[in-house]
Structure formats: structure tokens, C-alpha cells
């Protein structure tokens, strides 16, 4: 009941955003345990269902422009703290923005949108490489960039999801490592 919850509370806020009656930047699932979409959490983590560990903008880069990104055991440390941001596009409505320095969930212009790349952080500047949509999966997520819009993040399972794996887009697999749950703080 706790994701449907979550379901509901996401597919709420998609909606005002994309008609307009959310006037707050930032936007986020239900806490758990709850249906309520007027109960929005402002800070979560992304946590993979492959792997169990969390979606990280690794310390060790500062949170500064080209920050890699991959995955960590979840610790509850800045670098996994995620808020999720309007875009301003209806087709991807979202950015992921971390909570060290502020900066957004990027997929490097410089990949022309193929699979293989690894995620980075980069300044928020709504660009097809930020914005992002969240597809209902069951319980879980698929993310898409807009950048590929057919791919969606993945663990890449060659790093063998153990601490400092990489995450980018990868062709659609149905493996649990393209799935993600977004879990409030």
C-alpha cells in the first residue's frame, strides 16, 4: 500500500505540474505509509531494486560540474539526497536535483543521447540532458532522460551493482536493475 501510495501522491503532483496548480518548485512522493499527496516529501533517495543500494553523486567529487554519479550503499549522507524539480516540460516534467551544491542529474551531451554513458551532476539548465519522466513499473520506476527517451537509467550490471558502480541508460532489459523506488527521508 506504501508505493501504491506513492504512485498516487507522484501521479498528483505530474498532473499539477503539468497543468500548472503547483506553484512549488519542488515536487516528490507521499511519505511512506501514507496517501495523502498533500503530504510531499522535499528530500528523498532513489534506491535501486537490483542491487539494494541507492542512487549517489559521489562525495569524493565535491558535488561540483561533472561529479560522477553511480551507486552506494544507502547511508543517508548528502550526496543521496535528491529533490525533484520541475522541468518545465510536459513530455519529461521532472530534474533531479542533489542536495550537495544543488546541482541536476545529468546525462553528458556529449553521448548524442547513445547508451553506455555514465549519469554526472551539471547545473541546472533544463536541457533534453536533465529532463526526466517516471514510469510506473509495479511497484517501482523506470526513469527515461529525454536526451535518449527510449532507455532507461540502469546499474550497469557489468560493474557488478557493488559500491561505485556506474549508472547511465542502457536498452530496455526488464532487468530489476532499470527499476527504482524513490524513498522519502
Avoid at 57 to 82: H, T, Y
Avoid at 170 to 180: I, K, M, V
Wanted: hydrophobic share 40%; net charge neutral.
Amino acid at each position: 500500500m506504501r508505493v501504491f501510495g506513492r504512485v498516487l501522491a507522484v501521479s498528483a503532483v505530474a498532473a499539477a505540474l503539468i497543468t500548472g496548480s503547483l506553484t512549488s518548485a519542488t515536487a516528490a512522493p507521499a511519505r511512506s505509509g501514507t496517501t495523502d499527496a498533500a503530504l510531499l516529501a522535499d528530500v528523498f533517495h532513489l534506491v535501486n531494486r537490483g542491487t539494494g543500494r541507492c542512487l549517489d553523486a559521489f562525495f569524493s567529487g565535491g558535488g561540483e560540474n561533472n561529479n560522477a554519479v553511480g551507486l552506494w550503499d544507502c547511508n543517508g549522507g548528502i550526496s543521496e539526497q535528491w529533490r525533484l524539480v520541475s522541468s518545465g516540460n510536459p513530455g519529461y516534467p521532472y530534474a533531479l536535483v542533489n542536495a550537495n551544491k544543488g546541482r541536476c542529474l545529468d546525462y553528458p551531451a556529449e553521448s548524442g543521447g547513445t547508451i553506455g554513458w555514465q549519469f554526472k551532476l551539471w547545473d541546472c539548465n533544463r536541457s533534453a540532458s536533465q529532463n526526466l519522466k517516471l514510469v510506473p513499473f509495479g511497484d517501482f520506476y523506470k526513469i527515461y532522460v529525454q536526451r535518449n527517451g527510449t532507455a532507461p537509467m540502469d546499474a550497469y550490471a557489468s560493474s557488478g551493482g557493488l559500491n561505485g558502480n556506474p549508472v547511465g541508460i542502457w536498452n530496455e532489459t526488464g532487468s530489476p536493475l532499470q527499476h527504482w523506488t524513490l524513498q522519502p527521508y
